[in-house]
Every structure is written in structure tokens, then in C-alpha cells.
């Protein structure tokens, strides 16, 4: 399984840092990204990191984060983190990460082998 943390409550400009921790596999293995889903709006895709080269990988149709957010992991703590600079109010949401075995999936954005609960970001002004 994955399990979120580091969510909470900032103003408009402050950082966070979000943890992924994994149990049960190595996320050196597979493919982990972050998603976000934003109250009353679909899920929307963040961030992924390949396990085997550490490649990171944004969508393309999310501009607005390139420059304040980066993915990256520490394989021996077996985390995957999502930092955030510059938060917005447009970035409160939950945030999730993912994972799949299949390195590909960070440009498909189907991860489907594991998914955590999330953790709640709000930002406010």
C-alpha cells in the first residue's frame, strides 16, 4: 500500500512537501505519481517519477505547476515526495499518489496497481 502525509493548511505563496511512503514493494520498481482532485473538479494529474532512471514526467495540459512543483524519491526510505513552491488557492485539493509496475504508465497516467487515501492541501489567502 501507499500512504500519504504533509497536507495541511498554508497561505497563498508558502511551500509544502508531500510524502508517498510505500510498503509492501519498492517504489525503485515502479512507476509513482501524484494526482489531485479539487473540490467539485475531476483528478487531475500532477507529477510521476520512474522507479528504474528517476525520469519525471508533467502533463502537458498542467503548465501552471511546472517551475513551483517537483517530484522525486528517496529509494532507500522507499518515498516518493511532491514539493510545492508558490502555492495558489487553485492548488487546494487531495492529493494522492499512485503506482504501477509498468514504467510506461507515467506517460499513459493509468497507475493501477496502488493508490493511496490522499492528504487534504488547503491554501488560503
Known amino acids: 500500500p501507499l500512504v500519504e502525509s504533509g497536507g495541511g493548511l498554508v497561505q497563498t505563496g508558502e511551500s509544502l512537501t508531500l510524502s508517498c511512503k510505500a510498503s509492501g514493494f519498492k517504489v525503485e520498481n515502479y512507476a509513482v505519481a501524484w494526482f489531485r482532485q479539487a473540490p467539485g473538479k475531476e483528478r487531475e494529474a500532477v507529477l510521476c517519477?520512474?522507479?528504474?532512471?528517476?525520469?519525471?514526467?508533467?502533463?502537458n495540459d498542467n503548465s501552471d505547476i511546472k517551475g513551483r512543483f517537483t517530484i522525486s524519491s528517496n529509494n532507500a526510505a522507499n518515498i516518493v515526495y511532491l514539493k510545492m513552491d508558490g502555492l495558489t488557492i487553485d492548488d487546494t485539493a487531495v492529493y494522492r499518489c499512485?503506482?504501477?509496475?509498468?514504467?510506461?504508465?507515467?506517460?499513459?497516467?493509468?497507475?493501477?496497481?496502488?493508490w493511496g487515501p490522499g492528504t487534504q492541501v488547503t491554501v488560503s489567502s
Open positions: 499512485a503506482a504501477d509496475r509498468s514504467f510506461s504508465a507515467c506517460t499513459g497516467w493509468q497507475l493501477r496497481d496502488y
Open positions: 517519477i520512474r522507479g528504474d532512471d528517476g525520469r519525471t514526467y508533467y502533463r
